[in-house]
Nanobody, 125 residues
Framework: QVQLVESGGGSVQTGGSLTLSCVAS????????TTWFRQDPGKKREEGEE??????????RYADSANGRFTISQDNAKNILYLHMNNLQPEDSAMYYC????????????????WGQGAQVTVAS
């Protein structure tokens, strides 16, 4: 059974930092795209913003809103995906989800069948 378990959410002041973790069981992150989405209130999870991604070739991509402040990384030996978030702003407040694809070799990441349960991040102004 595949499980992605997130941790590290919480409340911080503007300018603060948080690190989210996503531990995978039942699969490994090798040869999979891994990503962090954030869901704004009132929107479906899949309609949220893809904040950061690592594709199957190890290429990192960031949303403009995250570039320069967030860092995605993963420890393949431990099957843990991370999102380090610095200089957090109130507009970063959202539910954050990790997700991963099926195993393969393509750098394309068309869909994410595996999702974590979400971690709430709240940034106070």
């Amino acid at each position: 059974q595949v499980q992605l378990v997130e941790s590290g959410g919480g409340s911080v002041q503007t300018g603060g930092s948080l690190t989210l973790s996503c531990v995978a069981s039942g699969l490994t992150y090798n040869r999979r795209c891994t990503t962090w989405f954030r869901q704004d209130p009132g929107k479906k999870r899949e309609e949220g913003e893809e904040v950061a991604r690592i594709d199957r070739k190890g290429v990192l991509r960031y949303a403009d809103s995250a570039n320069g402040r967030f860092t995605i990384s993963q420890d393949n030996a431990k099957n843990i995906l991370y999102l380090h978030m610095n200089n957090l702003q109130p507009e970063d407040s959202a539910m954050y989800y990790c997700a991963t694809t099926g195993s393969g070799w393509s750098s394309e990441c068309p869909s994410y069948p595996y999702w974590g349960q979400g971690a709430q991040v709240t940034v106070a102004s």
